[in-house]
């Protein structure tokens, strides 16, 4: 048991250095220019430190809680080869750019050096960073703290799966690869880590990977169906207008990316209603190693029922969510049904809520016939393994025992 448990470390400590270096020549081998536009080019970005409020004439509007106006700021640069420089900046605040700046804060600002002798610096934001890592270190402390081992398993599996989207599955969109098959491999990569690094190399892990994989696909063939349909897809999307500009200068299939998009929102829920299905039927299994197929199956079934009503729910709302700014919009202006139910964006969370809840519920069967078929078998040939074993070891103590009489 411990020489399956060591083999099984080894392999993965293997696959994740092999993979590793796979993910650094994938990116810095034949890479595509990422600078589309040149304008960027001489704006930096750099920390600086509010050294002084040198005069401001400010106004609070209490509807909002803002303050609208300007500053004189007297700053220094604290990163960058402008560093220790001392500046004076003119803060300008309104609705959307509003960096109240205080003495003694950090914030970020934009240099654009325009020439060697012509340097304008101007505020850019709030230093959100320390809150950010804050945050986050926070919420990982927290999952960890509760979870225990399983806790740490789910940190490890979400900074992999983070690791994945970041330096595989952007950069294959980038590099003109399709994002439909770009997706799949980032849905089929985090499902195996996550239920791997959290269940082990067992039976129910691979019994809701395949059907992790198969709900996701069901998910993007239905979204791809019901887009060509409604004639909707990456290109009726508030960004297409830009990402149409670079995929000039790059190999980005624009149309897919809504897809694309679709497989990755459903992941997380797909992924949740496979392996709870899977776990029930290996437990039910456990309770009773008589049942048969069906029966395994129908318990998968009956746990599923009750999860996929809520799973759907959770997709279309989260979907409505990402929104809700524009939702309120057309409500303030009474749009007419007409106008309402043939907008582009909401044809897109539709298609992007139905597809995924569909997925989900079609995920149930899929696992539970995958689960009720798999469990059984490979527990059964584990069970033979072990009882060889413990014979041959019992052989062996026979043997020690008749040779030392």
Known sequence: MKHSKFLQIALSVV?????SIFLYYFNTGGQTTRNISGAVDNIKYE??????VISQSLKKDDSLGLYRGTQDLEVKILTGEHTGEVRTVKNNLSNYYNVLGKEGQDIII???SAGAEHTQVSVFNYNRAPVLYGFAFLFFATLWGIGGKKGLMSVLSLILTFICMLFLYIPMLYKGYSPIWAAVVLVVLSTCITLFLLNGWGPKSISAILGTTLGVVIAGIAANAAG???HVSGLNSQEAESLLLIAAKTHMHVPELLFSGILIASLGAIMDISISVASAIQEVYRSNRKLGHKLLFLSGLNVGRDMMGTMSTTLILAF???SLSTLLLIYSYNVSYYQLINMNLIGIEVIQGLSGSLAVILTVPIVAGIASRLIPAMNKESTLVNLRERGVVKRHKIK??????
Not at 15 to 19: E, P, S
Not at 47 to 52: F, G, I, R, S, Y
Not at 400 to 405: D, G, M, T, V
Request: proline share 0%; charged share 35%.
């Open 47 to 52: 920390k600086a430190e509010v050294l002084k």
């Open 228 to 230: 060509s349909l409604a």
């Open 400 to 405: 020690k025992q008749y040779e030392r009489r």
């Open 15 to 19: 696959i994740l250095v092999l993979f």
């Open 320 to 322: 409505t969510g990402t």
């Open 110 to 112: 934009d240099i654009d």
